[in-house]
Nanobody
């Protein structure tokens, strides 16, 4: 049974930091490209960051470049999203996604709320 379980979301003040984690099971994690996406009410779905199966060449949305860092630990079947200098507009449900060829898996999402 494939599972992607996100954690680490919560309420944080503007300028603060959070680290999201997504732990995978039920498939060969090291073979999959991993990504973080987010969805905020009234806004378009956005891919925030993506990382290759070996951990190289991360790519980021312009809206988070220089503030967010994606990383992975294939030994732990986990992908991370370090979020620094958070802004109110980063408020959203954050989802992790695993992609390989025609296979695609999504987590259930974790809420991140940036508010003073």
């Amino acid at each position: 049974q494939v599972q992607l379980v996100e954690s680490g979301g919560g309420l944080v003040q503007p300028g603060g930091s959070l680290r999201l984690s997504c732990t995978a099971s039920g498939f060969t994690f090291r073979n999959y490209i991993m990504a973080w996406h987010r969805q905020a009410p009234g806004k378009e779905h956005e891919r925030v960051a993506v990382i290759t199966n070996t951990g190289g060449t991360p790519d980021y949305a312009d809206s988070v470049k220089g503030r967010f860092t994606i990383s992975r630990d294939n030994a732990k079947n986990t992908v991370y999203l370090q979020m620094n200098s958070l802004k109110i507009e980063d408020t959203a449900v954050y989802y992790c996604k695993a992609v390989r060829l025609l296979s695609e898996y999504w987590g259930q999402g974790t809420q991140v709320t940036v508010s003073s």
